[in-house]
């Protein structure tokens, strides 16, 4: 059987990067290189010798300029040496070759501003954002998410609901019309939804709802399922301890970020290596 190789991108600001190459580890992966944006840039590293890319949170070039628009250019537009192309380029061929993508808060928001979610009809022209939560300030809380059960998204596949903490001040989900509104939702693509502690509604009520995003859209997965972004944090939940009630509730030794991760590897390893 061949290794499960997965690759965490780090600098310009990133600084989850080693709680998500973790949380690869402990889900199955064989490998999990950290490898910073220079190293793809500078053709050190290639995309095509991995299986699972991570695009991870934190503070993306300051969050100036927008969240993460000026990484999502820096990758759209900045040259490989040795004329390999762009850094999207990789992205895109990586994605073609059935491989999975998971962009956590400013890597949800660089997928988004780069046009691969939610890329509808395979078009990657941006047709959605990420803005400014409706309170104008940052928020970080705990939040419940409502899975649906019809999406494509492999990464959900098998749950109802998970607990995951938020921590941005630009979360908000907006399209850029109703038509792709419609289209996300009719497909199935709106994969989680902030909800109550029952996972049984959507909810635009704050703070279950901490930013005001549209049809309370949490995460977002493409047509394929296999891209995959979110603003919650599920590398800040695989372990029990990690919960803000670990002494107070009985709770499974694995957190339930993990299971994102899970469903990843089995994924590769059932489909793809």
């Known amino acids: 059987m061949k290794e499960i190789r997965a690759i965490v991108i780090s600098g310009n600001g990133t600084n989850c990067e080693r709680e998500v190459a973790h949380a690869c580890r402990v889900a199955g992966a064989d490998v999990a290189d950290i490898v ?9 590293v290639s995309l095509s010798d991995y299986h699972f890319l991570n695009l991870a949170g934190g503070f993306l070039d300051g969050d100036d300029l927008g969240s993460a628009k000026a990484g999502a250019n820096r990758l759209l537009h900045a040259r490989i040496q040795g004329g390999q192309g762009s850094v999207a380029q990789q992205i895109e061929s990586f994605v073609a070759a059935g491989k999975l993508v998971m962009g956590v808060c400013n890597g949800f928001q660089l997928l988004v501003k ?12 941006q047709s959605a954002t990420l ?79 901490p930013n005001g995003s549209t ?22 939940y695989v372990h029990r301890t990690h919960h803000p009630r670990w002494t107070r509730e009985d709770l499974p030794e694995e957190g339930m970020g ?8 089995r994924f590769l390893r059932e489909e793809l290596v």
Request: proline share 7%.
């Open 215 to 236: 049809n309370a859209i949490a995460g977002l997965c493409d047509e394929t399922g296999r891209v995959f972004g979110l603003m919650p944090h599920p590398e800040a």
């Open 36 to 44: 910073h944006i220079s190293e793809l840039l500078s053709g050190a």
């Open 131 to 209: 803005t400014h939560n409706d309170g104008g300030r940052f928020v970080d809380r705990w939040t419940y998410l409502k899975v649906d059960p019809a999406s494509p998204c492999v990464f959900t596949r098998g749950l109802e609901g998970i607990y995951l903490p938020v921590r941005h001040g630009e979360g908000k989900f907006v399209t850029s019309c109703d038509e792709v509104l419609e289209a996300i939702e009719s497909r199935h693509l709106s994969c989680l939804k902030y909800s109550g502690p029952d996972y049984a509604e959507p909810t635009q009520e704050y703070p279950l709802n």
């Open 114 to 125: 780069m046009g691969y979610l939610p890329a509808l009809g395979g078009s990657l022209q």
């Open 258 to 265: 993990l299971l994102l991760y899970q469903n990843a590897i």
